[in-house]
């Protein structure tokens, strides 16, 4: 072991703690942590679960090299406490100091991927007559869904190291946490250092002080300082992005408003790597310093001049709303000059916004932007997937989540992990942090994130545009589903491959700028030809439920004639007799609805601003209200179901 690793590793240990009871020296200990950023210290959630369970207000001590402070919970990642197992993604917890305490922080890797390899597992276990602090050598040989990392056998924790921090002294950066060891064996698990992220704006909080402490080149009291101790080129080298160019870019972003949402990061990060696209999935993206953890190769970083044009671009994001910082232009600047490749600074100069990432002109007319749904390839969806379980009575669901990013195949975010699926009334608990979280992370300034729901017909009336994840919303914001987001239906029976009349009728849609109203079921008798012969540009509406008797019917024979797009209202309606007064007030509503469109893409977000008017309470608007909208791209069907063979015994 090197000079430069043990200087390191007295760093990791001043700043790893232990957390105890408020009581006197000899309290039983239980578990480690580290501080993260000024009074704050990451642990693992199930290291507090026992103890605050009942009461989350509980104090108690935090103690390490020269601190012995009073603390509280912030918060915990936990969404059941009375759960004995606390999942690997949700095992986290910030712990707060009361009052102020002079102490180490450790450097969290702000690199995307996951850890492999070698690496030091840190933390305290009991031991007469108090704790002792105990580094292990540990190796990462596999992960575990999004966020967790795998310990290798042959390596002993003690009882105690949970929620201390695994130290990569290659690179001198902390890339996790110490979860747990395998009951009666060897090895363990750990949480990625990324799942910080899920505290969403306590993260922003924490990440910002992390990065400011840092900026401010702190010394220990040996003289040391974890960046001038994590080697690499110097400074001089100008055309390598060096540990202490990292910390200064990383300090400047964290003085700059945090951004507003996912996309503008990813976007950002994408253009400052010229288009081209990182390994593996995106990881979640709040701050700016997260998308400079997209810089990376493995872990290495990209050329120097990749990382300035990734800030001149977040420079420029902040100028054109008026929140531009000086110190960033001006290091800017002044790094490109030690960058000796002169004929290639351009690339970091000379940048512009791409077009989506510029702020709206600031025009205070009433008219709204119709946002255009998007096609194959031309921005995000989320889809949520409800298949009935066979056989339930009354009616289950099992649930799927995917997200199709706009650059190549959807992809699974979550599954339903329960046995028996959920019945309709506990769809919005149970979606309430999986789909509600993925679309408020997806969702970009001023264009949230369209969520299209699959269903078969019998369950057309499942009224998902009222559902409401906020329990409190913020007063300028439409809480519900359907008011907030382009929300639209699709039938899971066509999930899969598309077949030619669904294909046809929807080209023969798009094509047109036209679009008129088409009263389904037509008087008389539900006579299947009538659909298949329907023109193109007519849209089929009824003021009758489609998920049973002649909606039902109708809606099937539409569904299998090919039609893509659909009106009706999910309200009851006479099955047998002429309809109601209200019937003809509503198609002639709708006839006039959709004179307003310029083009099939512009009625979802058409029919939300209807939506969004009914939240409003504004008058004229309620005819809307019970309306729900198939809109089924053939272009881009629903993932189809698993279909791979299964291995059986001959």
């Given amino acids: ?289 997260d998308g400079h953890g997209l810089l990376y190769e493995g872990t290495a970083p990209l050329d120097p001049l990749t990382f300035l044009r990734y800030l001149r671009l977040v420079e420029a994001h902040a100028c054109a709303r008026d929140t531009g910082s000086p110190l960033l232009a001006g290091w800017i600047t002044k790094r490109l000059r030690h960058d000796p490749r002169r004929h290639l600074h351009a690339l970091a100069r000379d940048v512009a916004l791409p077009d989506e990432l510029r702020p709206p002109s600031g025009g205070t007319g009433p008219e709204r932007v119709v946002i255009s749904y998007p096609g194959p390839g031309e921005g995000p969806v989320v889809a949520l997937l409800l298949d009935p379980v066979i056989g339930a009575q009354p009616v289950r669901f099992f649930w799927q989540i995917w997200y199709d990013d706009g650059d190549g195949l959807p992809e699974v975010h979550e599954t339903d992990p329960s046995v028996h699926g959920c019945r309709p009334d506990e769809l919005v608990q149970a979606l309430r942090v999986p789909l509600g979280g993925l679309l408020e992370s997806k969702d970009r300034e001023g264009h949230p994130v369209p969520l299209e729901v699959g269903l078969p017909a019998e369950h057309f009336d499942t009224a998902v545009h009222r559902w409401r994840f906020a329990d409190i919303a913020a007063l300028n914001d439409p809480g519900h589903l359907g008011a907030r987001r382009r929300l639209v239906l699709r039938a899971l029976e066509r999930r899969g491959y598309p077949d030619n009349l669904w294909r046809d009728r929807w080209q023969g849609m798009t094509a047109g700028r036209r679009f008129e109203g088409w009263r389904m079921p037509p008087p008389g008798a539900v006579d299947p030809s009538g659909y298949r012969a329907a023109e193109r540009h007519r849209i089929p509406v009824m003021c009758r439920p489609a998920g049973q008797g002649t909606g039902n019917v109708a809606m099937k024979h539409a569904l299998s004639s090919g039609h893509a797009v659909a009106l009706w209202h999910i309200g009851p309606h006479p099955e047998r007799g002429a309809c109601l007064p209200e019937c003809d007030t509503l198609h002639a509503r709708v006839e006039k609805f959709l004179e307003t469109l310029g083009s099939l893409a512009e009625l979802p977000d058409r029919l939300r601003h209807v939506r969004q008017d009914i939240s409003e309470q504004r008058p004229g608007s309620t005819w809307a209200e019970p309306l729900a909208l198939l809109y089924d791209d053939p272009r881009r069907p629903l993932p189809a179901e698993e279909t791979e063979t299964v291995d059986a015994p001959l």
Wanted: charged residues 25%.
């Fill in 1 to 289: 072991m090197s000079e430069r690793d043990d200087r390191l590793f007295e760093l990791v240990r001043a700043a790893t703690v232990h957390l105890l009871p408020a009581g006197g020296k000899d309290s039983p200990l239980w578990g480690s942590g580290f501080f993260v950023a000024p009074g704050w210290v990451l642990t693992a959630a199930h290291v507090l679960r026992p103890y605050l369970a009942a009461d989350r207000t509980v104090v108690f001590r935090v103690r390490g090299e020269g601190v012995d402070a009073e603390a509280r919970l912030a918060q915990w990642l936990i969404t059941d406490p009375r759960s004995p197992k606390v999942p690997l993604a949700e095992d986290l917890a910030l712990v707060r100091l009361v009052g102020e305490h002079p102490h180490e922080c450790v450097w969290l890797t702000d690199r995307a991927a996951r850890h492999f390899g070698a690496l030091k597992a840190c933390g305290y276990y009991p031991g007469p007559p108090e704790a002792h602090f105990r580094v292990v050598d540990a190796v990462i040989n596999g992960q575990e869904d999004t966020h967790g990392l795998i310990i290798k056998p042959d390596i002993d924790l003690p009882s105690g190291m949970s929620g201390g921090p695994l130290f990569d002294p290659a690179t001198g950066a902390v890339v996790g946490l110490i979860k747990s060891r395998r009951r009666e064996k060897d090895g363990g698990k750990a949480v990625a250092i990324a799942a910080l992220r899920r505290f969403g704006e306590t993260y922003r909080t924490v990440m910002a002080a992390h990065d400011r402490w840092h900026g401010e080149e702190p010394m220990s009291e040996s003289g040391d300082n974890w960046i001038d101790l994590q080697g690499g080129p110097t400074a001089d080298q100008g055309a390598v992005w060096t540990p202490r160019d990292r910390r200064k870019a990383l300090a400047l972003l964290a003085a700059l408003p945090p951004p507003p949402d996912e996309p503008t990061v990813k976007l950002i990060a994408k253009e400052a790597r010229s288009g081209s696209q990182w390994s593996g999935s995106t990881p979640e993206l709040r701050t700016w310093r």
